[in-house]
């Protein structure tokens, strides 16, 4: 029988190492149906971050696609998405390196060009989120061009399969600040798409056009059939056999299915119920739903942070839930009974998984990390579970996360001890705090450090009131959020209040520093590529998020005293703790200045400071060296800096 000991609380060995945890995880995304076959894209940290088209055949046979040398990743709107599309036996994708588009005969040949080199290696023309126009022989989607001076323009184009390399793309749509979703209806003679203009971002306010196609191919007599500057549109879709547009609305202040007849010109709800149908789009491709036939569609929503999966019936409009078990869907597709999409909970890591309507049977067909697999002795013994918590905020709020505590079958802390604390701020800061399985969480866990993932307001997943409670008031309301959580575990005796650090990505960063900066609270923290001059931001940062800043904070620069206040670079005395930074050298959202700019300032007030700078990685770090270098660091440096503790790996 094992044995217990005790040991203080963030010292404990762990078989959960920064080795296993690269050596296992592979990034998985972008499900797609073709025939008998399924489709998916992998990120292979262990692959240099390489993007990797995976096809399983009907035995549940996992085959690359992707040839060496290719990476099947865009760089339209920096956060990329729907990079690739397959059908008839050819995938189109675009290729990382030059962001062309090639074309491949899948099992026959090579991939082949099928828009021009660029002239200028940084002077791109991008794609991403196409169709495929059979009748035409063209691909459309969305190209953003970067070969001008300013600005990259955006827009919907025709791409011809039958010249090769030559065709830079003819205009279908433009005019705006954004496109997404290019949608061909089933015929092929009309298209459905989103646009939308600074300052807003799609979660904000998008528009709903329709056109029909011309006898030569252009796009005629456009209109609008939803949205605004007000109300954000999500996924539009064509029926299979009906002349009916399927969307998802927050116009009555939740993320909801509506159904768009075209020859009547009328919209009607199909569910309405206080949940998330819809979801922030950072990425293209994203997908909720999917027609499971004619007149049913399968879906996934999102109540209080957990997702689930469901059927919706357009004959009686009633909701009928699938238990599988997992509590976060996305990339949901479906061609008939058979219905494949991206899952995970708390006990599973991400999956692709196959589920037949009529048995309600699903099978797993690649998870991201086959540790709970395999015969790593006693590993699954380690895992935490999570518990979603509810605790009161600012102004007589409630907000939400998700708590991880400690847990080892092979230690236990002091009885006057409690474990000290990780709150984990996610990024965007219009995001969420996933509740699938992550060894890095369970890497703290299982060390006997508890973890906090804050979803403050401002975070999806909770109606619109709750994501605007962020509007101007961002390192105000997230960072309120952020303390009351870790106070209000404190208060309860599940953490010590004064062993807590805060660590965060992005936005995540952001809120980790202004945090630290302007609250007197945390005991350290980690910041990876975080925000530290939200007015270097405004400037500097890529033309997706580029007036992000102006619904988070105030228009810049007449709100500029606000931004100085809101910047923790400015106030860099106030920050007494120790930091650690991590920053990719060729990160376009959030440039190594910034982080740098931080970095001087704190070491010029004799701060205790770690700074990594990891050289041709971008935003988010996906080579597996760099991510265990993150882990180990992060952990030596709050075991040394703030817990004072001795630590085994």
């Given amino acids: 029988m094992r044995q217990t000991k005790t040991a203080p609380y963030g010292s404990w060995k762990s078989p959960i190492t920064s080795d296993l945890i690269v050596g296992q995880i592979t990034t998985l995304s972008d499900v797609r149906l073709a025939g008998d076959d399924i ?20 035995d549940g046979t996992a085959t690359d696609i992707t040839p060496a040398g290719f990476s099947a990743r865009t760089r339209v709107h920096e956060y990329g998405g729907g990079s690739w599309l397959v059908a008839g036996g050819i995938c189109i994708f675009s290729n ?38 059979q009748q035409r022989r063209r691909w ?18 025709a791409i011809d399969l039958d010249r090769p390399g030559l065709s830079p793309g003819r205009m279908l749509a433009g005019g705006h600040d954004f496109f997404s979703s290019p949608r061909l209806s089933p015929d092929a003679n009309r298209m459905a798409w989103l646009a939308w203009d600074h300052p807003n ?9 329709v056109a029909d196609i011309g006898a030569d191919g252009d796009s005629v007599g456009t209109r609008v059939i939803a949205g605004g500057v007000a109300e954000s549109i999500f996924q539009p879709e064509w029926s299979p056999d009906s002349d009916e547009i399927i969307f998802v609305s927050d116009r009555t202040g939740w993320w909801n299915l509506y159904a ?10 199909l569910c309405p119920m206080p949940a998330e149908f819809g979801v922030p789009q950072w990425n293209f491709g994203m997908s909720t739903y999917a027609f499971a036939g004619a007149r049913r569609i399968v879906c996934a929503y999102t109540n209080a942070g957990l997702g689930q999966l469901a059927i919706l ?13 997992f509590t976060e869907f996305g990339s949901v597709r479906a061609d008939g009974d058979r219905v494949v999409f991206r899952g995970g909970a708390p006990d599973r890591p991400t999956s692709i998984i196959t589920l037949d309507l009529r048995s309600r049977q699903h099978r797993i067909l690649k998870r991201a990390t086959d540790l709970l697999d395999r015969a790593e002795p006693g590993v699954v013994s380690y895992i935490t579970t999570v518990e979603p918590v509810e605790f009161p905020t600012t102004g007589g709020k409630t907000a939400f996360g998700l708590f991880y505590p400690p847990r080892s079958p092979d230690y236990a802390g002091g009885t006057d001890e409690r474990p000290p604390l990780l709150v984990k701020c996610h990024g965007g800061p219009t995001s969420s705090a996933s509740s699938t399985l992550n060894l890095a969480t369970q890497f703290w866990t299982s060390r006997g450090i508890a973890v906090l993932d804050v979803n403050y307001g401002g975070s999806a997943g909770f109606g619109r009131e709750y994501r605007e409670r962020l509007k101007l008031n961002w390192g105000i309301v997230d960072v309120d959020d952020c303390v009351n959580g870790a106070k209000f575990l404190a208060q309860q005796g599940l953490v010590d209040s004064r062993r807590v650090v805060i660590s965060g990505g992005s936005a995540g960063g952001y809120t980790t520093l202004a945090a630290l900066a302007f609250r007197d609270f945390f005991q350290g923290g980690a910041s990876y590529y975080g925000v530290s001059d939200a007015a270097a931001l405004a400037r500097d940062t890529h033309k997706f998020e580029s007036r992000y800043l102006d619904w988070l904070i105030g228009p810049y620069p007449e709100e500029e005293e606000r931004y100085r206040e809101r910047s923790p670079v400015y106030h860099a005395d106030r920050l007494s703790k120790p930091v650690i930074f991590f920053q990719g050298s060729e990160d376009a959202v959030v440039p190594p200045n910034q982080t740098e700019v931080m970095v001087e300032a704190l070491r010029r007030n004799g701060n205790a400071v770690g700074y990594f700078l990891f050289a041709g990685e971008q935003h988010g770090f996906r080579q597996a060296a760099n991510i265990k270098r993150c882990l180990d660091a992060e952990l030596t440096f709050y075991a040394v800096e703030v817990f004072r503790i001795g630590l085994t790996f």
């Fill in 96 to 133: 990382f390196a030059d962001q062309r588009l090639y074309r491949q005969v899948i099992g026959q040949s090579g991939p082949e060009p099928l828009t021009p080199a660029p002239l200028i290696p940084k002077r791109q023309l991008r794609y991403a989120d196409g169709v495929l126009d």
């Fill in 313 to 325: 019936d357009f004959a009686n409009g009633s909701l009928q839930a699938i238990e599988t078990g």
């Fill in 39 to 58: 489709y998916w894209l992998e990120g292979r940290p262990q692959e240099q971050g390489r993007n990797v088209i995976v096809r399983a055949g009907p």
């Fill in 201 to 209: 971002m799609p979660w904000n306010g998008t528009t709903l056009y």
């Fill in 140 to 157: 459309i989607g969305v190209r953003e061009d970067h070969t001008g001076e300013g600005e990259p323009v955006n827009a919907i184009v």
């Fill in 260 to 269: 768009y007849e075209v020859a009547t010109g009328t919209t009607r709800p």
